[in-house]
């Protein structure tokens, strides 16, 4: 009881929670607009969350995390393209429910669903805190390595048909995190003789680069669009009764946006399709998904919104990002020297359960916001791209000149906003490169510490944890390397 009010004494503090309303608000306004989403916003934002205290800066970045598939349902149901890629399933069912004439029953279903799943998992995440609190004391320099290395081997295998591409530029992630002076010597690599590389390539450069000013580019190459709506009229209430009616495929599909979420690489994708097939089966009218089913509805929108409180547990437990969005958080987290891991729950078990809290109250205020201001946000929707592309950009090189006052920062960003944009166009994954530079780092700093006290390659897994995240490795690459030998028989038959 004593943790738990310690907890409520961090949150009650003026600065956070304005934070936390204007991310929460922020974050359904961003995910409601097509083209924009979270990673654009949280890119933007961060350069201006450094200066502030930790709680207050990762409450504002959760908030748009935890709030944007919220808002990216709205154009996914009432106009059939969803505000973030992640409400893309949405629109199977929410888009027919709609031109049945049923799109504010749509709109409540996927609110109820979104909070039911958001809840979900936070409830999930507050009764494995004991659990993490035990266990992440046994986790040392050689486990983190091993955890961070099982992290890019799943990110770089979540993209099938693409993973020697992913492979690639997760390693090609690794290496910028190596450009300037190496932590231990202090010597030089990849500088190539000069003095603006000395200082390597900054995270938050790399990311506005890659999300924030390629998506602008992306915005003003493409034509210039603004989708219309019309308003609604009545309440948005009876979706939580209908969700009732539905109780089972609401647990489930939450259940796997929690396990999914947990996962590094996974994600939102994985557990969405995963719970609309095992609604689908589980379903008496299976013929209706796809053509305006409840429940297929409530499997999208329940397992999306579950995912960003689990993809917490890897971040705070080892200190190990499962995609882009909780990688940028993490660099919050180490500007402020928090250092997410074993040693955060030993010491700072009640920052930790302040952040938990912070992810159940933005739940509540954003289906709060929602269920009285929709008609507001259809507003919001028809704002022209090309508007939003001149936006984003100038906010961008706004927040890259903020960091060191260092017009060459804009150039680099520059050039990954255009590297990001020939990625986009290819249709190739820019995320691998975002985690190779967060994760390569760990990787380096824990191997070199692991390494004073392994004589042989076996020291490294002679600790059962060590064991147990080697043999998931190994099992991990298995499949893999088992699919592939199955897919080319089949192939090889026909």
């Excluded at 009881?1 to 204007?22: N, P």
Aim: charged letters at 10%.
């Amino acid at each position: 009881m004593d943790l738990f009010f310690s907890s409520l004494e961090i949150l009650a503090r003026w600065d956070v929670l304005i934070a936390l309303i204007v991310g929460s608000v922020g974050g359904v306004i961003i995910g409601a607009i097509p083209g924009v989403g979270a990673a654009v916003a949280i890119a933007i934002l961060l350069p201006a969350t450094f200066s502030l205290d930790p709680i207050v800066g990762l409450t504002a970045l959760l908030g748009i995390y935890g709030s944007s598939m919220y808002g990216g349902a709205i154009p996914a149901i009432l106009v059939n393209t969803p505000g973030t890629a992640v409400n893309a399933l949405t629109t199977y069912d929410g888009y027919p429910m709609t031109q049945r004439g049923e799109g504010r029953r749509a709109l409540s279903l996927a609110y109820s669903a979104s909070f039911f799943g958001g809840v979900f998992a936070v409830v999930c995440l507050i009764f494995l805190s004991p659990i993490l609190a035990a266990i992440a004391p046994h986790f040392g320099s050689r486990e983190i390595f091993l955890a961070s290395l099982l992290g890019i081997i799943l990110v770089v295998l979540a993209h099938r048909g693409q993973i020697l591409i992913a492979g690639a530029l997760a390693c090609f992630g690794i290496w910028l995190n190596t450009i300037g002076l190496e932590p231990i010597q202090y010597s030089k690599r990849y500088t190539f003789g000069q003095s603006w590389l000395s200082g390597g390539v900054d995270l938050i450069v790399v990311v506005l680069g890659l999300f924030a000013i390629s998506q602008a580019i992306v915005l003003l190459v493409d034509e210039n669009r603004a989708p219309r709506t019309g308003t609604l009229s009545g309440g948005l209430f009876q979706g939580f009764k209908e969700l009732f009616q539905h109780k089972r495929v609401a647990s489930v599909s939450a259940s796997f946006g929690v396990m999914m979420g947990m996962i590094p690489g996974v994600g939102e994708f994985t557990a969405q399709f995963m719970s609309y097939t095992a609604a689908r089966r589980g379903s008496k009218t299976p013929e209706l998904f796809g053509n305006g089913a409840p429940e297929g509805l409530i499997a999208s929108e329940a397992s999306n919104n579950a995912v960003p409180a689990a993809a917490m547990i890897p971040l705070l437990a080892l200190g190990i990002p499962g995609e882009a969005l909780t990688a940028m958080m993490l660099s919050v987290f180490y500007v402020h020297n928090v250092v997410p891991g074993p040693q955060l729950f030993q010491n700072q078990m009640d920052f930790v359960v302040a952040l938990y809290i912070a992810l159940l109250l933005l739940n509540v205020m954003v289906v709060i916001f929602l269920l009285f201001s929709t008609n507001l946000l259809l507003k919001i929707i028809q704002i022209p791209t090309r508007f939003l592309g001149i936006i984003i950009l100038t906010l961008s090189f706004v927040g890259v000149y903020s960091l060191r006052n260092s017009t060459i920062d804009c150039a680099i960003a520059a050039g990954f906003g255009v590297f990001g944009f020939i990625l986009k166009r290819l249709n190739l994954p820019i995320v691998p490169i975002i985690l190779g530079m967060v994760l390569g780092g760990i990787m380096e700093a824990k191997l070199r510490t692991s390494m004073m006290r392994v004589k042989t390659p076996f020291d490294m897994i002679d600790r059962p944890i060590a064991f147990i995240l080697f043999l998931l490795i190994l099992a991990v690459l298995g499949s893999h390397v088992w699919r592939m030998w199955k897919d080319r028989n089949s192939t090889e038959d026909l």
